[in-house]
């Protein structure tokens, strides 16, 4: 379970070694505070949602799952990814309306990125990666909170690094997106040094 | 140039939703490690583009502005479900190597972003000319990073052997590194470079200038 994790965050990072999230990852990281805001949503959001969504898929869509209504030779996974978006969707917009009213400062730091993450790949790629490498429950929760954080841990990093470049003088068209692009690359290596940590 | 060719050639170069709007990253970046990924990611997503624009217009003005995201979501991610399944039944191989990611079309910006930005406000016929030229587009990026990445990577293209790997004998040294997560980062890094001094207006402006020392700033 550590294991996972682990590997959750450094070596299987979403953003850097599969990519997902990218979009956000690219357009959010100009300075390290709106990016720390977006990771802690992004936290919040993967760690209720993935096994929220486990939760549906093993009961509802999984082949066999609905045994219980007497109809077990059913097969609904094909519904799978359009489930999973409707209860993205709805779930930001309620987590949105809960911290309104019961966590007001927290609402006005995360409020203008939650609808951002509603679509976000990052979040429909976990879900999509915990129904094709058959996590349990605990195992799904675990890994929607470290995939989160992991995500969370290189924007911020990423972002502290855009705003040190913005000092450098680099070729007129390399200059952000270009550089950008570039440090990522960067910094996948770096975190592909992470491959084979793993607690004794 | 006709406008029909004009809509379809824009987004090629001077439009190209990859390289300068800077969308659809995540599966641009992912399914580049051989050509006939690349490939099949291309057409699947120009299919899904072109068929959500049309469909996606032709009911336009029948849909309320503010339900417009869910249903745009809706009939995409169904034409992405059918493509995934066309893809599992027919190339059963091809899906299991694309994983997640043929799903993942539907959060892909690129297609949302030409519904909710054209499609919403113009007839079928242009809209599915302009989802054509952007799948192009998007296309084209895919397959010169995929070029790049399969052929300094295993010394192939769409699995025939170009370059002689010296396993087999042969003189090249296949760089390992090509086919990892770093390198598709760094290739459209210098594509994003290459194409900003090639044309020299999409590039960004400076946040603020660089003062040099016994030089007026630079505009």
């Known amino acids: 379970m550590i294991d996972l994790f682990q590997r959750s965050i450094f070596e299987e990072n979403l953003a850097l070694s599969f990519f997902l999230g990218m979009c956000t990852f690219l357009a959010v990281s100009r300075q390290v505070k709106t990016a720390f805001g977006v990771g802690v949503s992004l936290i919040v959001v993967q760690g209720i949602s993935v096994p929220l969504n486990h939760l549906l898929y093993a009961n509802f869509l999984a082949p066999g799952a609905l045994a219980w209504a007497g109809m077990g030779d059913l097969d609904l996974g094909f519904l799978r990814l359009i489930t999973f978006l409707g209860i993205v969707a709805a779930m930001v917009q309620v987590l949105e309306m809960v911290l309104d009213r019961f966590a007001p400062a927290l609402h006005a730091a995360m409020g203008i990125y939650l609808p951002l993450l509603a679509i976000n790949c990052a979040i429909i790629g976990a879900s999509l990666f915990m129904v094709e490498r058959d996590y349990t429950l605990a195992e799904s929760a675990v890994y929607g909170l470290g995939t989160g954080i992991g995500w969370a841990l290189a924007i911020t990093a990423f972002a502290a690094i855009r705003e040190r470049l913005r000092y450098a003088d680099i070729p007129r068209g390399l200059e952000g997106l270009g550089a950008a692009f570039i440090v990522a690359g960067i910094m996948s290596m770096g975190f592909s040094a992470f491959v084979g940590v793993g607690l004794p | ?219």
């Open chain 2, 1 to 219: 140039m006709k406008p029909a060719l004009k809509q379809i050639a824009d987004p090629l170069v001077d439009k190209n939703p990859v390289a300068v709007h800077i969308l659809g990253i995540c599966s641009a970046l992912a399914v580049t490690t051989s050509m006939s990924t690349a490939l099949t990611m291309s057409v699947a997503l120009t299919v899904v583009l072109v068929l959500a624009a049309g469909i996606i217009s032709a009911i336009r003005a029948h849909v309320p502005s503010q339900i417009r995201i869910i249903v745009q979501l809706t009939i995409i991610a169904t034409l992405v479900i059918l493509a995934d399944q066309l893809l599992q039944a027919f190339a059963y191989e091809m899906s299991q190597r694309l994983t997640v990611f043929v799903s993942l079309i539907a959060t892909n910006c690129i297609v949302l972003g030409r519904t909710e930005a054209y499609a919403m406000r113009n007839p079928p016929l242009p809209s599915m000319l302009d989802g054509l030229g952007n799948g192009l587009g998007y296309s084209l990026v895919l397959m010169v990073v995929a070029a790049i990445r399969e052929l300094f990577g295993a010394g192939s293209l769409f699995g025939v052997q170009v370059l002689a790997t010296q396993a087999e004998g042969g003189w090249f040294v296949p760089l390992r590194l090509m086919l990892l997560a770093p390198s598709a980062f760094i290739i459209i890094g210098l594509l994003v470079w290459a194409m900003r001094v090639w044309r020299p207006r999409l590039a960004e402006p400076r946040e603020f200038a660089l003062r040099r020392p016994g030089k007026e700033a630079r505009p």
